[in-house]
């Protein structure tokens, strides 16, 4: 075949339509019993998330009824701004965050008649990671007060008689001696609570601690004990096995790997003779990290699958793996399903779910019986053609301080387009991922197959900083964001040029968040890029820091950027905005005008910066929108736009119209191509 028409002019199937009212963004996958449930989040609907369940029978539907005052759930926690688990179910009994008016709901679905019962009040708190009691008529919850001067978090038992809805003195603060607390989870008989606690400056992932505690009658803690506390060293996913052994993540050994309590004794036992009784070891040490940062509230990377064996996901250099680890002596068997885990892996009388990706199929809801699966839910409508995909090549590559940075490469395909015997190589977008802790992988991904049907090439970074690898590897970071962040990032494209897969003059980096500081560092530490895309990008680290930022991550980049104070001439080293003379390519900046942990003003700031020095640059501010765009409108504005913006850099005339900034034809001096 002969190439058909130029890279980045190919029509394509992946449109913004099919992305955004097509597709769903699938999450909170739980069991009860022969009950599937999940939360979904539907951009073409305000982006409000929904509970579902789907029964036995293999129905599925929305079972929330509305709140008393007439309103629509929307099932979302806010506790550190990034929520996580906003439901819990026991036996058919749900419990619910309502992210509109902050309230914890109780429903019930065998005494429907009774509707949604409130079980908090109104005000300024926040509530997540919910577990039910059902013996002791209470629900467990972080609780994230927001009424005084500082934000207070604690670990909570709210009354399951909705008696605290008119009197919040009834809700119980079970634990309160840390700046943070996570995954309450009672033990199988009732009568332990395990937990997990950290302080600034720290994040979950880089320090932790693990406790538990006899619980009494009225859900409060009695004796208690730390089982997990060792500076550097990061615990997570507390588990009780049946035995009533507990089960949780740990990175001591420089991988996230799983460990388990044997000889767990009476809490009422002191001293040493507590300490003799139990013993804390690995399930199966091995060079791969069975969870992933805490970001949000609720991870659920494995489960208890019988008496005798863990269900778990683990990942090998960002590539996602299912299967069994026995508890006795921890032999590991991978289940070869060809499905990678993506999110939550559940189970419950021995049936498995998982969310999970492969290649080929989007994130779906999946139950594997046997070794076979069957898909209960996929969260796109309709089924990629297998002939326009560009499938994932996994690179290593050198950087520049002799040190190795990962990712994830992508030829351009269509199945109406070739590249063989073409004359031009195509055009490049290098994708930084946000964090900086997350991490790309290699599955279907409808945002990036919406550039490669199109002709683009697109390589996906795991900078030094990344999870998914050692924690040596994600704590390379420390100190140094904005150097070997930005340094991977430039000499992953440097190495595709070399290698002669993609056209030198045509390369953009882009990012969001996290990503969008490496992004807009990377344009100006080097000419490597000839444009740049950034969605809620950190711009200027003083400013940000000066913002009143949210508890959870005040601290963060003084970790990340190893500054004593904001005179440090480090602040002002890293941050784009003081380096704005050194870009010497066009830059579009996307941005939510409400988002409470990347500010507008960093995006404001830094198109000022780049137009008082007369460069090439377009800001687009997304009215009501705050960190990641959840409105159907926004996302396809935010994609035409890029999508404008590369084509008028790069000369590329496509034949649809697109949305584009105004302002940006005007800088670039011609009206827009496509």
């Known amino acids: 075949m002969t190439q058909q028409a130029p890279y980045g002019t190919w029509p394509s199937a992946v449109t913004p339509e099919l992305i955004t009212s097509r597709t769903v963004h699938l999450s909170q996958l739980r069991i009860d019993g022969a009950d599937t449930y999940w939360v979904e989040r539907r951009s073409n609907r305000g982006g409000r998330q929904v509970l579902l369940r789907r029964g036995s029978d293999g129905s599925i539907g929305e079972i929330l009824p509305p709140t008393p005052s007439g309103s629509l759930v929307d099932v979302r926690s806010r506790v550190h701004e990034y929520g996580g688990k906003a439901y819990a179910v026991n036996n058919g009994v749900i419990v619910v965050c309502d992210g509109n008016d902050g309230r914890v709901y109780r ?24 577990e039910i009691d059902a013996a002791r008529g209470l629900v467990y919850a972080v609780r994230e007060d927001h009424r005084g001067a500082e934000t207070v978090n604690t670990l909570v038992a709210i009354p399951l008689d909705g008696s605290a809805a008119r009197d919040d003195s009834k809700v119980k603060t079970i634990f309160a001696d840390a700046d943070f607390v996570a995954a309450p989870t009672p033990s199988p008989d009732g009568e332990h609570l395990a937990w997990i606690t950290w302080n600034s400056p720290y994040m979950p992932w880089a320090y932790s601690t693990l406790h538990v505690g006899n619980l ?57 003779d507590w300490a003799d009784h139990l013993r804390v070891r690995a ?18 990377s494995y489960d208890v699958l019988d008496g005798e ?78 002939h326009s995909i560009a499938f994932a090549t996994p690179l290593t590559w050198p950087t520049s301080d002799d040190q190795v940075a990962h990712g994830f490469f992508y030829h351009p395909d269509n199945v109406v387009e070739s590249e063989e015997g073409a004359s031009e190589l195509p055009p490049l977008i290098v994708n930084v991922h946000g964090g900086p802790t997350s991490a790309a992988d290699p599955t279907y991904n409808l945002g990036v197959q919406y550039w490669t049907s199109r002709g683009f090439a697109y390589l996906d970074v795991n900078y030094r ?28 494209a440097k190495y595709l040029v070399e290698h002669g897969l993609v056209d030198p003059a045509r390369i953009a980096v882009r990012g969001a968040s996290a990503g969008g500081f490496t992004a807009l560092n990377a344009v100006a530490g080097s000419d490597v890029f000839s444009a740049a895309c950034t969605r809620y990008a950190i711009a200027d680290l003083k400013l940000l820091a000066q913002s009143k930022m949210p508890k959870f991550e005040a601290h963060y980049v003084q970790t990340l950027i190893g500054y004593k104070d904001l005179d440090d001439p480090v602040v002002a ?24 942990i990347v500010p507008v003003n960093q995006a404001e700031s830094m198109f000022d910066a780049v137009d008082a020095q007369g460069l090439p640059v377009a800001l687009e501010i997304f009215r009501g929108e705050e960190h990641g765009f959840r409105l159907a409108q926004n996302i396809t504005k935010a994609l035409e736009a890029e999508l404008s913006f590369y084509c008028q850099v790069w000369g590329i005339h496509r034949e649809e119209k697109l949305y584009s900034p105004a302002i940006l034809w005007l800088l670039l001096g011609a009206a827009p191509t496509c």
């Open 107 to 130: 429903f019930d679905l065998k005494r429907r008649i009774a509707g949604l019962v409130p079980l908090t009040g109104y005000g300024d708190m926040r509530h997540g990671d919910l």
């Open 216 to 272: 009494n009658e009225d859900g409060t803690i009695g004796i208690q004990r730390t089982l997990a506390d060792e500076e550097g060293v990061s615990v997570s996913e507390p588990r009780w096995a049946d035995n009533v052994d507990l089960c949780f993540i740990s990175n001591k050994s420089g991988y996230r790997n799983l460990y388990r309590t044997e000889g767990f004794p009476p809490l009422g036992v002191h001293g040493d």
């Open 283 to 300: 399930l199966h040490p091995m060079e791969a990290t069975f969870s992933r940062p805490a970001w949000e509230l609720g991870l659920h």
């Open 465 to 492: 900083g990344s999870s998914g690898f050692s924690t040596t590897y994600r704590k390379a970071i420390y100190g140094r964001w904005g150097e070997v962040d930005v340094a991977d990032v430039i000499s992953g």
């Open 573 to 596: 080293q890293r941050s784009p905005i003081n380096h704005v003379d050194e870009i010497n390519a066009p830059l579009l900046l996307l941005q939510g005008s409400s988002d409470p």
């Open 309 to 386: 064996h863990l269900i778990a996901s683990w990942a090998s250099n960002a590539v996602w793996h299912l299967g069994t680890v026995k508890l006795s002596n921890g032999e590991l068997e991978e289940w070869h399903t060809g499905w990678q885990p993506v999110g939550n892996v559940a189970s419950d009388g021995g049936r498995v779910v998982a969310l999970a990706a492969t290649e080929t199929n989007v994130p779906s809801i999946i139950e594997v019986v046997d070794g076979k699966v069957t898909v209960l839910r996929s969260s796109g409508a309709s089924e990629p053609d297998l």
